[in-house]
């Protein structure tokens, strides 16, 4: 091919871009950043989605430790805006851990709502970028066939997204982000996967129900608190809620049964995997109702409330977790608010 047998430097250079390649567009080189990052104690660039449920210490004795995190912020600018759109707004945020959330989007992204009618004044602060990026969604999941489509075109650009869409559904996939992340170039991958990965997992959690009822009284709140039977300072993973013996509990969400159990502290319990690394469990049954690997819809009956494991009288430890992680349920829930009686 070549007219003459290649230098070195040539050779360096080919070898060089190998490498870069197998480092940042392979699945063998993100395990590999990954455990280089684990090794050395640093982090990725993308923002942990657990930031986003505390302005400081994950873990707190105040149901309202949260309140002036992001989560809050946008709670609070947006009100009832549906999840999806609030999720954007906290995934697209330039500054996450901001006691304000100002809404940033890509220049691919103006550029896109311009296209579809936006003026300079409908983009000139967060709440009208999020009315307008409410308006284009609607439109391009249509043409695009999913919401993770649509998100990611709102990312970077509408061009890359269709030739990932036709990709996709030519390999007989769905164009959802896990499908079409292999046929966007490594930059946009990697903004695409962070801001929609981190999007639908948001969105995941800010539709998630109470499983009893919402007037029900919580008797211990999530974070460090004085155990009721140990007398010892440790860490409330979630919040525990004083229900009547066997009370109906719900799924929080539509689910598959991860997990069922019972085990001396927890008692019986289910664990609920919702998708996008979103996990609720509750704790203490009476009895629960559903096998492990069964799906559940949303607000189905999953258990009855009991005594069971280590516990002082009936009630239902209610947790939830984000890629392993618990957050505050009052917080993502919209209760902060809440009064908290004695620890149970």
């Not at 360096?12 to 480092?23: G, R």
């Amino acid at each position: 091919m070549f007219p003459k047998k290649p230098g070195g430097l040539f050779d360096l250079a080919m070898a060089s871009l190998a490498i870069a390649t197998l480092c940042t567009a392979t699945p063998l080189g993100e395990l590999a950043a990954r455990a280089a990052r684990r090794a050395f104690g640093t982090k990725g660039r993308a923002t942990s989605l657990v930031s986003f449920f505390s302005a400081g210490e994950l873990s707190s004795s105040s149901p309202t430790a949260c309140g002036a995190g992001p989560l809050a912020s946008v709670a609070l600018a947006y009100g009832n805006t549906q999840a999806l759109l609030k999720a954007f707004a906290l995934a697209s945020a330039r500054e996450s851990q901001a006691g304000e959330v100002t809404m940033e989007l890509s220049s691919e992204g103006l550029a896109l709502l311009r296209q579809r009618g936006a003026k300079g004044a409908d983009l000139a602060t967060p709440e009208r970028r999020l009315r307008e990026v409410s308006r284009a969604l609607p439109e391009l999941e249509r043409e695009l066939g999913t919401r993770d489509a649509a998100l990611a075109a709102l990312v970077i650009g509408i061009a890359p997204l269709r030739y990932a869409v036709a990709r996709a559904r030519a390999e007989g996939h769905a164009p959802t982000l896990e499908a079409l992340l292999p046929h966007l170039a490594p930059p946009a991958r990697r903004r695409a996967s962070g801001v929609v990965g981190q999007t639908l997992t948001l969105a995941t959690t800010f539709e998630l129900l109470w499983p009893v009822a919402t007037a029900t009284k919580i008797t211990s709140s999530f974070g460090t608190r004085v155990h009721p039977i140990t007398g010892k300072t440790q860490r409330h993973s979630g919040i525990d809620l004083s229900v009547p013996l066997r009370t109906p509990i719900r799924a929080a969400g539509r689910a598959r049964v991860k997990r069922t159990g019972e085990d001396g502290i927890n008692g019986r319990f289910l664990v609920l995997d919702h998708g996008h690394g979103v996990t609720t469990a509750y704790c203490h049954n009476e009895d629960n109702l559903v096998a492990r690997e069964a799906e559940v819809s949303e607000g189905e009956p999953i258990a009855h409330s009991g005594n069971t494991g280590r516990s002082t009288g009936p009630h239902l430890h209610f947790q939830v977790e984000i890629g392993g992680h618990p957050v505050d349920p009052l917080v993502l829930l919209g209760r902060t608010g809440a009064a908290v009686t004695a620890d149970r």
